[in-house]
């Protein structure tokens, strides 16, 4: 049950993930902007971040959907979750007046404040799922289970069979 449970939790986090990079990649001047709007960053770096995040969401969730490197795609996606969360949280305590840019989008937003509230409360709960699949990262219907499955002898090598130690009779 817990590794179906997973599974499931895999393809919610994998889907919100790629949903919002593909939502965000066509229009790197408004992720830019999104990221420019929470005031969190030097602006040397908000291009940067502006552009690299949507590809980044892709490929996180990518990973998670397939179950290719659960664990570390997990890993990835409980920090940016908890920096997301830290990013609305701020806007949030600063009075500020913004899009979260969660699924493209960004800048002034009238309505944020009655917003915030329920987007930290979607981050917290899909970054509780992306802390179950780094601490249970076997789940079915995963790449991981295939690559990584255990080994196991065919029936006529399990028996034990002493070693010859003596090689030139």
């Given at each position: ?80 979750f908890v920096a997301f969360v830290i990013g609305i949280a ?9 899009d979260c840019g969660c699924f493209g989008g960004g800048g ?62």
């Amino acid at each position: 049950m817990k590794e179906w449970f997973g599974t499931l939790a895999r393809l919610v986090v994998g889907g919100v993930w790629i949903a919002a990079g593909w939502l965000k990649v066509s229009d790197g001047a408004a992720s830019v902007r999104a990221v420019r709007a929470y005031d969190l960053l030097p602006e040397s770096v908000v291009p940067t971040v502006g552009h690299a995040l949507p590809a980044v969401e892709i490929v996180v969730g990518l990973a998670l959907v397939a179950g290719a490197l659960t664990r570390l795609a997990a890993v990835v996606s409980a920090l940016l979750f908890v920096a997301f969360v830290i990013g609305i949280a701020s806007a949030w305590a600063r009075g500020l007046q913004i899009d979260c840019g969660c699924f493209g989008g960004g800048g002034f937003d009238a309505k944020a404040t009655d917003k915030y509230p329920w987007e930290i409360a979607r981050d917290v709960g899909l970054l509780l799922l992306s802390l179950w699949l780094v601490w249970r990262p076997r789940t079915k219907l995963s790449l991981d289970s295939f690559i990584f499955r255990p080994l196991t002898l065919a029936p006529e090598s399990a028996e034990h069979v002493e070693p010859e130690t003596n090689l030139h009779r």
